[in-house]
């Protein structure tokens, strides 16, 4: 197969592709989620309404509120599913809708405490008919390796040219009330002109010439970043503060903690990534449960499966969906280095990314149990996550009768970035009031 047009029994054979690879077990609490309380939360499509937005004047007088403090709650409780459909369709606001794309999701969320764990309880139906598992696949076309598929953003999955294979992912964001502003106003604090699939995207030279995003952080594309790392009152990207100011500013604890389960990249090894917003998306000190499976350079791939253990060194169209083939490479599990004269034939397919839970440390590991299933349309994810990490420079300590401000976003249907769907900014109560309130378990 070429990367010419994607044929429907191509398309078939990867949308069969859910069998899970092996997960540690853990402990279950609480034993009984029956007793735990539901809140339903109302994700919704935000299309490219951003932090600069919020504050113009084509907010019609609102944007005055905004600068003000007044919670995006105040005008707009109880319109987010309303918002969602009118921003998925398309106008001032999304210049490329996705086809089909639902405008809200119903989030059921419960939450229960020990004197040492926060346990929390997510689920949520996918618009897909198949778990979103796979991501950053590669294939061989008998010469050379080539990543295939992607988001539907992206040109070559809208024209067909391409599969869409992106995985599914679930965010949780915590402020302790450091940050200003968040409370009211969450993630839209996070989201600017300029960022990835926004308005005014920079190039990739001008980001990689940027000596704070580019030079320091080494990277070619803006992410997520506060209003208070900027220097001027549009938190322009480029417009950094100096380093030592933002080292401050991390040091007083204003960032916003972000945490983020990955369908294809923790869930498999029974983790969720950790990190922190500040000056850019960050990933705490330490290493995460997944990194490249290949050579970026010379495209070549790390590891493959190891066929004593999987059957097979690679996937194929023909069984991709097949329950006894894996959908991510585990280095400790079911992977082995990849072998350049193993035969490899046009269309063979191998993760792009690898995974390992053995050689996830510090403080990017806190999240370490964290299992998601899928099963009858429907995500069911189990989050435990230590009340105080220990890991106060990039991780918010969790108190029993304490107050945080949270929010949550699904990326569903094979997307990625700002085609998601969010909530706007809610309070966690543990063993308190709040918006959600976590259960004591005795």
């Given at each position: ?22 997960t ?38 609102a ?85 295939i ?23 949780v ?26 308005p ?5 030279e ?16 803006v ?21 030592e ?6 040091e ?9 389960w990955?369908?294809h ?25 997944f ?67 053995a ?20 995500w ?7 009340l ?29 970035t ?25």
């Amino acid at each position: 197969m070429t990367t010419s047009t994607w044929s429907a029994s191509g398309a078939a054979a990867f949308a069969a592709c859910v069998a899970a690879a092996a997960t540690p077990a853990f402990a279950a609490a609480p034993a009984d989620w029956a007793a735990i309380p539901v809140q339903t939360v109302t994700l919704f499509y935000p299309g490219q309404v951003d932090y600069g937005w919020l504050r113009s004047a084509e907010h019609k007088r609102a944007n005055a509120k905004v600068k003000a403090g007044e919670a995006c709650l105040s005008c707009h409780e109880g319109e987010e599913a309303e918002l969602g459909a009118t921003l998925v369709k398309g106008g001032r606001h999304e210049p490329v809708p996705i086809a089909g794309k639902v405008g809200a999701i119903a989030l059921q969320v419960q939450a229960a405490h020990d004197d040492a764990n926060l346990y929390l309880r997510f689920q949520w139906k996918t618009q897909m008919a198949r778990a979103g598992q796979m991501h950053d696949y590669m294939m061989y076309d008998g010469e050379k390796w080539a990543f295939i598929g992607g988001p539907r953003s992206k040109e070559a999955v809208r024209s067909g040219a391409q599969p869409p294979l992106y995985e599914d992912r679930l965010s949780v964001m915590i402020d302790d009330g450091k940050v200003p502003m968040f409370a009211n106003q969450g993630c839209w604090l996070t989201c600017h002109t300029g960022m990835r699939d926004m308005p005014g995207e920079p190039t990739k030279e001008q980001v990689q010439a940027h000596p704070l995003i580019g030079q320091t952080h080494k990277e070619s594309d803006v992410r997520k970043y506060l209003p208070a790392t900027r220097t001027d009152e549009a938190a322009s990207w480029g417009k950094t503060r100096a380093p030592e100011e933002i080292a401050r500013l991390k040091e007083a604890g204003a960032f916003v903690e972000l945490m983020q389960w990955r369908g294809h990249r923790s869930n498999p090894v029974g983790m969720a990534d950790d990190g922190y917003v500040l000056d850019y998306r960050l990933v705490d000190a330490g290493k995460g449960p997944f990194g490249w499976n290949v050579d970026r350079k010379t495209m070549t791939p790390k590891f493959m499966f190891d066929p004593a253990k999987v059957g097979v060194k690679a996937l194929a169209l023909a069984d991709v969906g097949n329950a006894s083939k894996p959908h991510a490479l585990i280095r400790e599990d079911n992977a082995v280095a990849y072998d350049p004269a193993a035969g490899w034939k046009k269309g063979d397919v191998l993760p792009g990314r690898l995974l390992s839970r053995a050689d996830a440390s510090g403080s990017a590991a806190d999240n370490a149990d964290v299992r998601g299933e899928w099963a009858d349309g429907q995500w069911t994810v189990l989050w435990t996550r230590k009340l105080d990490t220990g890991h106060a420079d990039d991780d918010k300590a969790l108190k029993p009768g304490g107050v945080v401000n949270v929010g949550f976003a699904v990326h569903d249907d094979n997307v990625t970035t700002r085609f998601h769907h969010v909530s706007f900014p809610l309070t966690l109560g543990i063993g308190t009031k709040a918006t959600i309130s976590s259960v004591a378990l005795e």
